[in-house]
């Protein structure tokens, strides 16, 4: 039997999944901004909230990208 031309064999990726290893920056960066900047307290709580918020992002990014391949 022949292999069929539009059948794609897919591998699995080998590797760690880079985005779930994110927060493991994300958890020691915060408490540092808030130690680093404590003398400058505008730039401390900009960059820590922006910071935050991305790492929020982040997270709301993994869970939509997550529920759109299990739904396929």
Do not use: C, Q
């Not at 590797?15 to 401390?44: D, E, K, Q, S, T």
Request: glycine content about 8%; overall charge positive; charged content about 20%.
């Amino acid at each position: 039997m022949a292999p069929d031309g539009d059948a794609a064999v897919r591998r699995p990726k080998k590797g760690p999944p880079f985005m779930f290893l994110v927060p493991l920056i994300y958890a020691p960066i915060l408490p540092l901004i808030r130690i680093g900047l404590r003398h400058n307290p505008v730039w401390r709580d900009r960059l820590f909230y922006g910071v935050l918020a991305g790492a929020f992002a982040h997270g709301a990014y993994l869970i939509t990208d997550r529920y759109d391949i299990e739904s396929k």
